[in-house]
């Protein structure tokens, strides 16, 4: 597991940026194409910025999975999911194969048709978040470790609940759905490279308990040290508690310039 740790989020979006670039451009190379899946939330803004105008991309033969999205929220809700991807990521680039996780639609069609595509081949990367109740995508904990299904429906806890408020995309946690469409954790396990982009302070204790504590679905994302090939991007703010005496020779702290 590598750790990449900045002075602000616009440094360690472009870093991360930067990376997400080789890979897909290594797999088109590799392979004819590039299958990768996008995570989107306020933590993703700079990085997805930046990856959406780096260059010598054929954006044309990359797929898109869309890792999350809520049950009964419309697209045009400003924090529908599908609606920050397709702003962020797919228009900008042109990108004309993706997968959108309909929620307001046929749930359990959605499910089935998305799950299917992508276990149809291997995908070449992910781009993560880390909530602060340490999920990964929406499995909030107790997560559901041990799940085959590519993607499944899941309850949100409060805690996840409220950091969606807290990120004002809701005006109160009524107006927040109780259930959402989401990647499983097996499923993200087998993207042959991850890339978790987590910045704030707010993420401070979620990195600590998932990277410093024990593997355990109560800190969903604490599975990421399981994977071979992750790096997780952190600023200041939520790298402040991280032990990094427990990962010798895999944290990288950019020096203040």
């Known amino acids: ?32 194409s ?20 780096a260059p010598e991309i054929d954006w044309p033969l990359v797929e898109v999975f869309h890792l999350d999205e809520y049950i009964g929220l419309d697209m045009t ?29 046929d749930v359990r069609s959605v499910v089935r048709s998305t ?12 781009f993560l ?25 899941v309850t949100l806890d409060e805690a996840c609940r409220r950091q969606q408020v807290g990120e004002a995309w809701f005006s109160d946690i009524t107006n927040v759905p109780r259930q959402a469409i989401s990647m499983s ?19 401070a204790r979620a990195i600590k308990a998932c990277f410093n504590g024990e593997i355990s679905p109560m800190a969903p994302a604490s599975i990421l040290r399981m994977h071979a ?5 952190l600023d200041d703010g939520s790298a402040a508690l991280l032990n990094r005496a427990l990962y010798p020779g895999s944290v990288d702290t950019t020096p203040l310039k």
């Open 34 to 53: 590039a299958r990768i899946v996008a995570a989107t939330a306020a933590s993703q803004k700079e990085f997805l910025e930046e990856l959406s105008s």
């Open 129 to 153: 978040g880390i909530g602060e109740n340490g999920h990964l995508a929406f499995n909030d904990p107790p997560a559901d470790f041990e799940t085959e299904e590519p993607y499944l429906v």
């Open 185 to 203: 954790v097996k499923q993200i396990l087998k993207v042959k490279e991850l890339i978790a982009v987590v910045p704030g302070p707010q993420k």
């Open 1 to 32: 597991m590598n750790f990449r740790i900045f002075h602000d989020r616009r440094s360690m979006g472009n870093a991360a940026a930067d990376q997400a670039a080789v890979a897909i451009r290594v797999a088109i190379l590799d392979h004819g």
């Open 77 to 105: 809700h400003p924090g529908s999911f599908r609606k920050m991807l397709l702003e962020q990521l797919i228009q900008k680039t042109g990108i004309v194969n993706y997968h959108l996780l309909h929620g307001d639609g």
């Open 229 to 233: 090939n992750v790096t997780v991007y």
């Open 115 to 126: 799950s299917q595509a992508i276990a149809s081949a291997p995908v070449d990367i992910a």
